[in-house]
């Protein structure tokens, strides 16, 4: 099922992107990786669908590199460029919502699906929680897209990254406690999506059969 996935987001490439990304992804020694790296994260940023994708991709490239030749180009080259989107952050989001909202979820697959030895790596824990927070200004709290996406990252990674740093998920917590509680302007959708991600983390990152069936039966009508 990953391997059809895969197949069908490279299919959205022209025949040698196509090409450079198949061949990437069992033969990566052969093929120009940072190139790669630029390509899917540039398609990641315009591309939700991708996005969503593109970890499991990193992450086949990454392991057949490392079985390949021991190395580890790819993944170095894809930190650089995380690295440097991560940096101009505020200028994409000032420019494109949307493009801001395509980055977290990329930032956030990667999380997801690169480790080091079954663990996050570490240099992605900070920048992470600073796009999370990010989303839990007061701002970004009256957008229904960045809400959405706040709630959705946290729903894939939380767990993990409260085993990384418990304070960091509890001040991030604190912000959208707060935010549901003070922020007079949030929509019924954004206090919505907003109560169920606390009441998830109380639960101990999952829902009840019964909150399930309200937020998404009758809190979806």
Request: glycine share 4%.
């Amino acid at each position: 099922m990953e391997d059809s996935a895969k197949e069908y987001v490279i299919q959205s490439f022209d025949k040698e992107i196509q090409y450079l990304l198949k061949t990437s992804l069992k033969e990566p020694s052969k093929v120009d990786l940072e190139r790669v790296s630029n390509i899917i994260v540039d398609q990641s940023l315009r591309d939700p669908n991708f996005s969503k994708e593109a970890g499991r991709i990193c992450h086949t490239i990454v392991q057949a590199e490392a079985k390949e030749a021991s190395a580890s180009v790819f993944r170095r080259h894809l930190l650089n460029r995380l690295q440097r989107e991560f940096m101009v952050r505020e200028e994409t989001r000032n420019r494109s919502v949307q493009e801001w909202v395509h980055f977290v979820t990329f930032l956030c697959q990667i999380f997801d699906c690169l480790k080091v030895n079954d663990v996050p790596m570490v240099a992605l824990v900070h920048p992470v929680y600073d796009c999370l927070f990010r989303l839990a200004q007061s701002d970004s709290l009256q957008n229904e897209e960045e809400v959405d996406c706040l709630v959705l990252q946290l729903h894939l990674i939380g767990r993990e990254l409260e085993a990384v740093s418990m304070q960091r998920m509890d001040d991030l917590f604190h912000h959208l406690r707060d935010g549901f509680l003070l922020h007079n302007g949030l929509g019924s959708v954004v206090r919505l999506f907003l109560l169920e991600i606390l009441e998830f983390r109380a639960g101990g990152w999952s829902l009840s059969d019964s909150a399930r069936q309200y937020y998404y039966s009758e809190g979806a009508d």
